[in-house]
T-cell receptor, first 115, second 112 residues
Framework: NAGVTQTPKFQVLKTGQSMTLQCAQD?????MYWYRQDPGMGLRLIYY???????DKGEVPNGYNVSRLNKREFSLRLESAAPSQTSVYFC??????????????FGPGTRLLVL | RKEVEQDPGPFNVPEGATVAFNCTYS??????FFWYRQDCRKEPKLLMS???SGNEDGRFTAQLNRASQYISLLIRDSKLSDSATYLC?????????????FGTGTRLLVSP
């Protein structure tokens, strides 16, 4: 099992460009999450999908959109990138966004630089 | 006030030392507590849960104090491989919509 995979690993964008971060899990988990991690801020939840077909905003959703394409895949889109979105982005999954959610399995991260 | 607060460190300790970290949380309704470990430039991974009665896993001991709203992690006989950032995590929200709230992490450096 690959666990949680993310692409790309690194990306440099210019302000105003758009891009989609891809995430896939092969653990048959119901819930998936997108976080960003910035120095001194800890991980902050951007969006999550408690189950296939549902998505909800987290703590910092502005400037992002998500799509739960199917049970395996959860993508994060930046429509018009801004320098403030320079960060490390982690995708995670858990069996449920309830009991068992404490064990979230994270992907390796995407390092994004917006110039 | 941040929901989950940790001393960022770094804590510099020699091999074999005992080190302890604390973490405070602001939401008294928080239901579950955990420690995650994050190595440099890697993803976080669950280290252990924190139960009301306290729990131990080898050299690691976690404690919860609900009255004072803090949790702790004690590492005995530190190893070089323990060098990492330790993230305090609390779970909030109703079942089905529970979310993890992360602290900023405490960095531990174990030296020979």
């Amino acid at each position: 099992n690959a666990g949680v995979t993310q692409t790309p690993k690194f990306q440099v964008l210019k302000t105003g460009q758009s891009m989609t971060l891809q995430c896939a899990q092969d653990m048959n988990h119901n819930s998936m999450y997108w976080y960003r991690q910035d120095p001194g801020m800890g991980l902050r939840l951007i969006y999550y999908s408690a189950s296939e077909g549902t998505t909800d905003k987290g703590e910092v959703p502005n400037g992002y959109n998500v799509s739960r394409l199917n049970k395996r895949e959860f993508s994060l889109r930046l429509e018009s990138a801004a320098p403030s979105q320079t960060s490390v982005y982690f995708c995670a999954s858990s069996e449920w966004a309830g009991e068992g959610s404490e064990t979230q399995y994270f992907g390796p991260g995407t390092r994004l630089l917006v110039l | 006030r941040k929901e989950v607060e940790q001393d960022p460190g770094p804590f510099n300790v020699p091999e074999g030392a005992t080190v302890a970290f604390n973490c405070t949380y602001s939401n008294s309704a928080s239901q579950s507590f955990f420690w995650y470990r994050q190595d440099c430039r890697k993803e976080p991974k669950l280290l252990m849960s924190v139960y009301s009665s306290g729990n131990e896993d080898g050299r690691f001991t976690a404690q919860l104090n609900r009255a004072s709203q803090y949790i702790s992690l004690l590492i005995r006989d530190s190893k070089l491989s323990d060098s990492a950032t330790y993230l305090c995590v609390v779970i909030e929200g109703p079942w089905g919509f529970q979310k993890l709230v992360f602290g900023t992490g405490t960095r531990l450096l174990v030296s020979p």
